[in-house]
């Protein structure tokens, strides 16, 4: 049975519209043709998609989609674009429209902060409704990023008295002894990407008075003993190399008014052989209570480089076919 199949012509305003949906010297229309067998091109003021219905009608959702996004003051990038191409497949680049219309807050320098895909759209609006969440999935999908702005946000608008964020100093066993240096020099290569962050929201000069001020603070996980944090919002990060027993000391010094982020990729473990995952054992033991918010990134959610999304489809086909 032949398929059927179908032409449409989307009307363009200007020449700039051209540009923007296909990319400097078309790098965005090669990227979607290289993933479809439907015929692209722009005739005069309008694109010309023809081709197996299916497919054409995935297209003509997607580049209008990016026609409204442009229209509305957005740029969409390249990580943009495979990004609604993966959803005009199903026909939910619709769902774009609404993802980068909301600003989360702003850069230091004034650039506004948005969710990039809708698995990052959930876990800020789980991070704002309840009081522990754990964010899992892999490199590059804005897990800490996201944690640390939402965190920055509830700071200033008052809802928090300080941020704390913390990391498992694994690589080192937890001693830093022999590192050397006074403690903050030992700990800094650790907790590099939280400063990171921060410094992308509050600049480098706002980031230094929060902590002389102590509004912020940076400590290895081994520092959290003994302690109960009230109105607070406590990230931890790298969660994948905590053992159960540090994960629940953890846990438990969530005190009044505070909020908890935990964020890691279960399959970038790095404790020693033998030793079970305190975020694995968490997933397990914690995913009845209906007060804590699980959310699961896939490689779909990765805001980098489109090649890392690949590089990590690679490794756990590999991973998988290993098993």
Request: proline share 4%; aromatic share 8%.
């Amino acid at each position: 049975m032949q398929s059927e199949t179908r032409t449409v012509k989307i009307p363009l305003l200007n020449a700039a519209e051209g540009l923007a949906v296909f990319g400097p010297q078309d790098k965005f229309l090669k990227l979607v043709e290289q993933q479809m067998e439907a015929s692209i091109s722009s005739r005069e003021a309008e694109i010309v998609i023809s081709g197996e219905k299916q497919e054409v009608d995935s297209l003509e959702q997607l580049f209008n989609v990016l026609l409204q996004l442009f229209r509305g003051g957005y740029n969409p990038s390249e990580r943009d674009i495979v990004y609604a191409l993966d959803l005009a497949r199903s026909m939910q680049a619709e769902e774009l429209l609404d993802l980068f219309k909301a600003e989360i807050t702003s850069t230091f320098r004034g650039k506004p902060i948005r969710v990039k895909t809708i698995g990052q759209r959930h876990y800020v609006k789980t991070i704002k409704k309840q009081d522990v969440v754990f964010g899992i999935g892999p490199a590059g999908t804005g897990k800490t990023y996201l944690a640390v702005v939402l965190a920055v946000a509830a700071l200033k608008e008052g809802s928090v008295k300080r941020i704390i964020l913390t990391r498992p100093a694994v690589e080192a066993g937890e001693n830093l002894g022999f590192l050397p240096g006074d403690l903050q020099e030992k700990v800094d290569p650790y907790l590099r990407p939280l400063y990171d962050a921060l410094h992308d929201v509050l600049g480098p000069d706002q980031t230094a008075k929060a902590f002389e001020r102590g509004t912020i603070e940076i400590a290895p996980l081994a520092y959290m003993r003994g302690r109960t944090l009230d109105d607070a919002f406590i990230i931890l990060d790298e969660a994948q190399n905590t053992t159960p027993e540090q994960m629940k000391m953890f846990l438990t010094r969530l005190g009044f008014g505070s909020k908890m982020v935990i964020t890691g990729d279960v399959t970038q473990i790095d404790l020693p052989r033998g030793k079970n995952s305190g975020l694995i054992e968490a997933q397990r033991i914690l995913r009845d209570i209906e007060e804590i918010g699980f959310i699961f990134f896939t490689e779909q959610d990765v805001v980098r480089h489109s090649l890392v999304q690949k590089i990590i489809v690679a490794y756990n086909w590999d991973a998988e076919n290993k098993a």
